[in-house]
Each structure stands twice: as structure tokens, then as C-alpha cells.
């Protein structure tokens, strides 16, 4: 009885290792093709971060050693003399990155108010000339930005806003892309659970805020960033409206450390240090922000 036992087992037992053996031997094909994978991602990502890199490790140099030729990847020596400079400097760079950074706040919280309304009705409701109206919206993001510029201008100083927040804040939100945007998104939502909610006496107002916004967190997210940096990044429209050095916002008012025949290179180096830390935190968070969103609310794309 044992003998039998130990001879019908004893073909499983000299399977389990030609299995084994088998996995083995696809899985170096697996690995090489991840190592190669990997390879080419952190290839790509030092090519994306070398610049940044750069800038960071610039702006720690002194003036002589950031001009050096050839140039040195690192600091030599070590100094945070840019950064003390800017600190101490008679132009108010704090206050230039708190208007900036008000400016940018602000003109956000406008358009994810102004665009969701706008995209909710363009993608959800049945209203005369809706594609007409829709049309008009996007037609106005093929013509260059430059060519608002006189116009909105001209409003801005009839409503007595120059030299004031509402300049740099308000011509920005009235863009169209933040409608398109998030009616592209609306339009593939699933209309099943807006049907369910006005079954159970929902309107229009309470599917918008309830069902339709928290479903689209990912894309109010995004649009969110994209809002945010336009403006935090915005050089020309600041220069004509806003005419105090004190209401000046980071971008235009870090020129002014350029000089028309010296460049201090750390200290612009620095200043870009500065300017860029609101944008990655803002990235970092929207980032994670949206791939919780998506798992959560179980949509696809």
C-alpha cells in the first residue's frame, strides 16, 4: 500500500520541478523586457528633470561661479547668497509671489464655477440654438489670445479696474476652454444615474451638485491646473494693467532682475526656484487628487 502510494505520488512530485523549471524560464524574458522598460522611463524622466536640476542647483552658486566656462554641474562653493539677495532686496518679491499667487487662486475658483455651469448646460440640457451657442464657444479658442488684448484693455479701464486684482483676475476666467473642456467630460458621463436621481424627484439643480460635479472631480481637478498655471504664468497681460511696482505679480516683476547689460544668473536662478514651488506642490497634489477620484468613482477614461 505504501509502495503504490509512494509511486502514483511520485509523478506529481517530478512534475512540480518541470513546472518550476518552465515559469524559470519565461520569466528572465519578463524581467529583461521590465529592466528595458524601466531603462527608457528613467532615461526620459532625468532628460524631463535635468533642466530643473539645473536651475536648483544654479541658483545656490555665486555670481562668479554660475558665468564659470565651462560650467560646473555643482556648486563651488555652496551659497544661498541669491536667495538672501532676493530676500533682502529693495523690490518686494514677497508680496510680487502673494499677488500672484491671489491672482491665481481666485481666477481658478472663477472658472471651475463659471465653466461647470456653462458645460452642465451645453452637455446635459435641451435649450433652442445649443449647438449654435456651443459652436461660438469654440470657435473663439482659434483666435490668437493677443487679439483680446486691446479690447479687454479697454474694458477693464472703463470699469476702473486697472493697477487692481480684478485686471489680472477676471479677462483670464471668461476664457472658453474651461467650458469645452469640461463639456467633453459631461457629455461622456453616464446618463443612467442622472435618469435614476430624476426618478426619485431630483432637478437639474440638485443632479448638477450632487451627481455631475462629484463625478467629475478629475477633470475639475485638471482643469483646476491648467487654470491655476496660465495665470501663474501669464507675463504680458500683468505688464499693461497693473501699474505699481507694489501690485506687480512674480513673473513680470522677476525681469526686473535681468539687467539690459549684467545678468545675475544665480539670482534669476533663484527667483525661478521660487516661482516654480506653488506649481509643483499644486501638480503633486492634483495628481494624486485625480487618480483617487477615477478609482473611486469607477469610471473608465
Same mark, same amino acid.
Given at each position: 500500500?505504501?509502495?503504490?502510494?509512494? %509511486?502514483?505520488?511520485?509523478?506529481?512530485?517530478?512534475?512540480?520541478?518541470?513546472?518550476? $523549471?518552465?515559469?524559470?524560464?519565461?520569466?528572465?524574458?519578463?524581467?529583461?523586457?521590465?529592466?528595458?522598460?524601466?531603462?527608457?522611463?528613467?532615461?526620459? !524622466?532625468?532628460?524631463?528633470?535635468?533642466?530643473?536640476?539645473?536651475? #536648483?542647483?544654479?541658483?545656490? &552658486?555665486?555670481?562668479?561661479?554660475?558665468?564659470?566656462?565651462?560650467?560646473?554641474?555643482?556648486?563651488?562653493?555652496?551659497?544661498?547668497?541669491?536667495?538672501?539677495?532676493?530676500?533682502?532686496?529693495? +523690490?518686494?518679491?514677497?508680496?510680487?509671489?502673494?499677488?500672484? =499667487?491671489?491672482?491665481?487662486?481666485?481666477?481658478?475658483?472663477?472658472?471651475?464655477?463659471?465653466?461647470?455651469?456653462? !458645460?452642465?448646460?451645453?452637455?446635459?440640457?435641451?435649450?433652442?440654438?445649443? &449647438?449654435?451657442?456651443?459652436?461660438?464657444?469654440?470657435?473663439?479658442?482659434?483666435?490668437?489670445?493677443?487679439?483680446?488684448?486691446?479690447?479687454?484693455?479697454?474694458?477693464?479701464?472703463?470699469?476702473?479696474?486697472?493697477?487692481?486684482?480684478?485686471?489680472?483676475?477676471?479677462?483670464? !476666467?471668461?476664457?472658453?476652454? @474651461?467650458?469645452?473642456?469640461?463639456?467633453?467630460?459631461?457629455?461622456? =458621463?453616464?446618463? +443612467?444615474?442622472? +435618469?435614476?436621481?430624476?426618478?426619485? /424627484?431630483?432637478?437639474?439643480?440638485?443632479?448638477?451638485?450632487?451627481?455631475?460635479?462629484?463625478? %467629475?472631480?478629475?477633470? =475639475?481637478?485638471?482643469?483646476?491646473?491648467?487654470?491655476?498655471? !496660465?495665470?501663474?504664468?501669464?507675463?504680458?497681460?500683468?505688464?499693461?494693467?497693473?501699474?505699481?511696482?507694489?501690485?506687480?505679480?512674480?513673473?513680470? @516683476?522677476?525681469?526686473?532682475?535681468? /539687467?539690459?547689460? %549684467?545678468?545675475?544668473?544665480?539670482?534669476?536662478?533663484? /527667483?525661478?526656484?521660487?516661482?516654480?514651488?506653488?506649481?509643483?506642490?499644486?501638480?503633486?497634489?492634483?495628481?494624486?487628487?485625480?487618480? +483617487?477620484? #477615477?478609482?473611486? $468613482? /469607477?469610471?473608465?477614461?
Amino acid at each position: 500500500m505504501t509502495t503504490s502510494t509512494l %509511486s502514483t505520488a511520485a509523478p506529481a512530485a517530478s512534475a512540480t520541478p518541470v513546472a518550476v $523549471s518552465g515559469r524559470r524560464r519565461r520569466n528572465p524574458r519578463r524581467t529583461w523586457s521590465k529592466v528595458g522598460l524601466y531603462a527608457i522611463l528613467t532615461v526620459g !524622466a532625468l532628460i524631463i528633470l535635468l533642466p530643473l536640476v539645473w536651475i #536648483v542647483l544654479t541658483s545656490f &552658486k555665486t555670481d562668479s561661479d554660475a558665468i564659470n566656462n565651462p560650467a560646473s554641474p555643482l556648486p563651488n562653493p555652496f551659497s544661498i547668497d541669491a536667495y538672501q539677495t532676493l530676500i533682502n532686496s529693495n +523690490e518686494p518679491i514677497l508680496r510680487w509671489f502673494l499677488n500672484s =499667487l491671489a491672482a491665481g487662486v481666485l481666477q481658478t475658483l472663477i472658472i471651475l464655477v463659471t465653466a461647470s455651469m456653462g !458645460a452642465y448646460a451645453l452637455a446635459r440640457l435641451d435649450f433652442p440654438g445649443k &449647438k449654435i451657442v456651443f459652436g461660438a464657444i469654440v470657435l473663439t479658442l482659434f483666435v490668437p489670445p493677443v487679439i483680446f488684448l486691446i479690447p479687454n484693455y479697454l474694458i477693464v479701464q472703463n470699469l476702473g479696474w486697472l493697477d487692481t486684482l480684478w485686471a489680472i483676475t477676471i479677462p483670464g !476666467a471668461a476664457g472658453a476652454f @474651461g467650458i469645452f473642456f469640461l463639456r467633453q467630460f459631461f457629455v461622456n =458621463l453616464p446618463g +443612467e444615474i442622472e +435618469e435614476a436621481a430624476r426618478l426619485d /424627484g431630483a432637478g437639474d439643480i440638485r443632479i448638477f451638485l450632487q451627481i455631475i460635479l462629484p463625478l %467629475s472631480r478629475p477633470a =475639475l481637478a485638471t482643469l483646476a491646473v491648467l487654470s491655476f498655471l !496660465a495665470n501663474w504664468n501669464d507675463f504680458l497681460w500683468p505688464i499693461y494693467v497693473l501699474l505699481s511696482p507694489d501690485h506687480e505679480t512674480l513673473q513680470p @516683476g522677476l525681469a526686473v532682475l535681468q /539687467g539690459a547689460y %549684467s545678468t545675475h544668473f544665480a539670482i534669476v536662478m533663484a /527667483g525661478a526656484v521660487i516661482a516654480s514651488v506653488p506649481v509643483m506642490i499644486l501638480f503633486t497634489l492634483a495628481q494624486r487628487h485625480i487618480v +483617487e477620484s #477615477v478609482a473611486a $468613482s /469607477g469610471l473608465k477614461g
